[in-house]
């Protein structure tokens, strides 16, 4: 079993950067591809980014790429998402997920509860 726990979310105006962390329980994380999602209200569940458990292989979706940067630190247990040049349609709940493979689809095994992101225009 993996928790998953976010942090960093929070108001900012547009244009405007945010760092979103996620702290996993587990101390296996090394062995799990993590990303990031989004829910926006009225919307479904979109991927955000990935990353392999070496680091070595991201993917970001095309909305946010050149924009949000993926990182993870193994020894620390955790999971970032640099966020810049914020804009209003960036505004969701953001969500950090664990997976055995790695994907970019939403069957993720595990989730956190999620931080709310909102960028104002």
């Known amino acids: 079993q993996v928790q998953l726990v976010e942090s960093g979310g929070g108001l900012v105006e547009v244009g405007g950067s945010l760092r979103l962390s996620c702290a996993a329980s587990t101390r296996t994380f090394s062995n799990y591809y993590v990303g990031w999602f989004r829910q926006a209200p009225g919307k479904e569940r979109e991927f955000v980014a990935a990353?392999?458990?070496?680091?070595?292989?991201?993917a970001y979706a095309d909305s946010v790429k050149g924009r949000f940067t993926i990182s993870r630190d193994n020894a620390k247990n955790t999971l970032s998402l640099q966020m810049n040049s914020l804009q209003p349609e960036d505004t969701a709940v953001y969500y950090c997920?664990?997976?055995?493979?790695?994907?970019?689809?939403?069957?993720?095994?595990?989730w956190g509860q999620g931080t709310q992101v909102t960028v104002s225009s």
């Open positions: 990353i392999s458990v070496t680091s070595r292989t991201t």
């Open positions: 997920a664990a997976n055995r493979i790695f994907s970019t689809n939403t069957r993720y095994d595990y």
